[in-house]
């Protein structure tokens, strides 16, 4: 059986804040308290988690104090700078700004920050996913090769992010690398002859407490070790205390048969592979 604790793993989605972010809030009491660098830091080697992609929200107000794009993509810089090798991070969206603004913010992110990918969260943003505003981000994304990541955690088919409108997109942009966030929740069915790639986070846990191990673990096997990616939100969970999410994982993990060299594509290698290839392309 393979341990998930121990298994060298990648958490491919969590959330950190940056420190000033943390000072001009002292008082906060939710679970953005657990977002800092340096304690994720410490906790990375218990766990097993070598590296993390720190994931933006699509909201300049948690991620910086100037609550500007290019504030926020600096404070991520800083953060992979702080740690080497130990982080990635994801370039953000502040619908604020017109796409060719947000474009231009995400090439100068990925171009002299070395971020690692753009993050699309319409629910935060307010802006649907199948929108126009997201089809300039998606054309660049494309032609240059930037893995897209996409929250999907539809309540509904008229969400602003569903997964028909994931597979519009991927329709639309064939050749985009693309990371379903939480799996479409429950409308993962939908993206199962899409060619995407899905991050457990959220749905995992989700999943064994709704419909229980075997029918969480059939949902998997059906997407298969290629496709799935190891992550957990950390440290945001709708149910689970900051404290309990990377054991809750680990257990639903543990449960799941996975040979090693599955888990280990999971857990490390698939994504890996996609942003290792994304800098080669870049040098190349
Ligand atoms: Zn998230």
Redesign the pocket.
């Known amino acids: 059986m393979v341990d998930w604790k121990t298994l060298k793993k990648i958490d491919a ?1 969590i ?1 950190i804040l940056p420190d000033d972010v943390h000072r001009a809030n002292p008082d906060s009491e939710d679970v953005w308290v657990y977002a800092k660098l340096h304690e994720y830091r410490k906790k990375m080697d218990v766990l097993g988690v070598e590296k993390a992609v720190i ?1 933006p929200l699509n909201d300049p107000w948690l991620m910086s104090m100037d609550f500007s794009i290019d504030a926020v993509h600096k404070n991520l810089y800083e953060m992979k700078q702080r740690y080497p090798g130990k982080f990635y991070a994801f370039a953000d969206i502040d619908t604020r700004n017109t796409p060719q603004e947000s474009v231009n913010a995400i090439s100068k992110a990925i171009e002299e920050y070395g971020l690692d990918g753009i993050k699309i969260h319409p629910n935060n943003s307010g802006v649907a996913l199948d929108s126009d505003y997201n089809r300039a981000i998606f054309a660049f994304a494309q032609m240059k090769q930037i893995p897209v990541a996409i ?1 999907c955690y539809p309540n509904s088919d008229d969400d602003l992010s569903t997964a028909e409108q994931v597979v519009r997109a991927v329709n639309q942009y064939p050749d985009l690398t693309i990371i379903v ?1 939480h799996m479409g929740a429950y409308q993962w069915e939908r993206l199962l002859s899409a060619n995407v790639y899905v991050d457990v ?1 959220a749905a995992l846990p989700d999943y064994v407490r709704k419909i229980g191990i075997e029918a969480t673990k059939s949902i998997l096997h059906k997407f298969g070790a290629d496709r799935l990616i190891f992550a957990t ?1 950390y440290p ?1 969970n709708r149910f689970l205390s900051p404290e309990e999410i990377y054991d809750t994982y680990f257990d639903a993990l543990n449960q799941m048969d996975y040979t090693q060299e599955e888990a280990h594509k999971i857990a490390y290698d698939n994504l890996e592979s996609m942003l290792t290839k994304k800098r080669q392309l870049k040098m190349g």
Request: charged share 25%; glycine share 0%; aromatic share 0%.
């Open positions: 989605h959330h994931m929250h966030s986070s939100d945001d």
